[in-house]
């Protein structure tokens, strides 16, 4: 199975030139992978622009969110299957970015069922705000997953990606990236608690990806023995030398193995 790697560009950058420069930097640098699968997630608006750019190039165009509804009064929604229309393979679903604006579990597990029937991937976010001493953060997790994933069948869990992104380590204001061992952590705890959900098999098909202060002196070290499945990055993805060099380090790990 190839890595993955997300860049979610958030309301970046302010005008659609600047999104195809930047897309067409990430191609130059994306040319000879592999093993690794990238995405660009552009703000809505620059999509159609972005996945034009991207055309005849093996990298994704993925979306920041979607509604669940397929069309009706929802003023200022696009559902999952316009996006679909215009080339979207991916969608990121409950960021805390938009948990912070008011998306609840619930919603992300309707919008997530749509996207399963709609055939494109979601990259369902979960993180904590904080860690404390006594592990409620874990419990948080296994809530946020629970919720997430409600009724969703066994045999649709390969098409999930899990996104574990802490809120402490995520953005500008964040403190810092997660330490590795931590992360390897977390995803044995998700991969636990996938398993007590929906058994063994179906749980190892689940991608776990990593996201919060990624850059490139860290992504490497994220991998390690982790079963890691990908990256997803912020404010890095913005700078096509930076991210390119995350995208050819995960390249260089899945090689490895
Ligand atoms: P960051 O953002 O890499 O800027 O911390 C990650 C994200 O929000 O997905």
């Not at 969110?65 to 969608?91: N, Q």
């Not at 948080?140 to 919720?147: G, P, R, S, T």
């Not at 998700?190 to 179906?202: E, S, V, W």
Request: aromatic share 6%; proline share 3%.
């Amino acid at each position: 199975m190839k890595k993955i790697v997300i860049g979610n560009w958030k309301m970046n950058p302010e005008k659609v030139d600047e999104a195809k420069k930047i897309a067409s930097g990430i191609v130059k640098v994306c040319k000879n992978l592999k093993k690794t699968e990238v995405v660009i997630c552009p703000p809505t608006l620059f999509i159609s622009a972005i996945a034009e750019t991207l055309q005849k190039t093996k990298i994704s165009i993925g979306a920041q969110d979607a509604f669940y509804e397929p069309k009706g009064a929802y003023t200022g929604s696009v559902s999952v299957a316009m996006l679909k229309r215009i080339g979207v393979k991916y969608i990121i679903l409950g960021h805390s970015e938009r948990r912070e604006l008011g998306e609840t579990d619930e919603l992300v597990n309707k919008k997530l069922k749509v996207c399963l029937k709609n055939k494109v991937t979601p990259v369902v976010c979960v993180g904590e705000k904080v860690r404390d001493a006594h592990g409620y953060y874990l419990a948080f997790i296994k809530k946020e997953i629970e919720h997430s994933l409600a009724g969703v069948k066994r045999k649709d869990l390969k098409d999930v990606v899990i996104a574990y992104e802490p809120v402490w380590a995520v953005g500008s204001k964040a403190l810092k990236a997660i330490e590795a061992s931590d992360l390897s952590e977390m995803v044995i705890y998700i991969k636990r608690t996938l398993t007590d959900l929906f058994g063994p098999a179906a749980a190892q098909s689940v991608r776990i990806l990593y996201g919060g202060s990624v850059n490139k002196e860290n992504a490497g070290e994220f991998f390690n023995g982790s079963g890691l499945s990908g990256l997803l990055v912020g404010r890095d993805s913005l700078d096509v030398k930076k991210f390119g060099d995350i995208v050819l380090l995960t390249e260089e790990v899945a090689s490895i193995k």
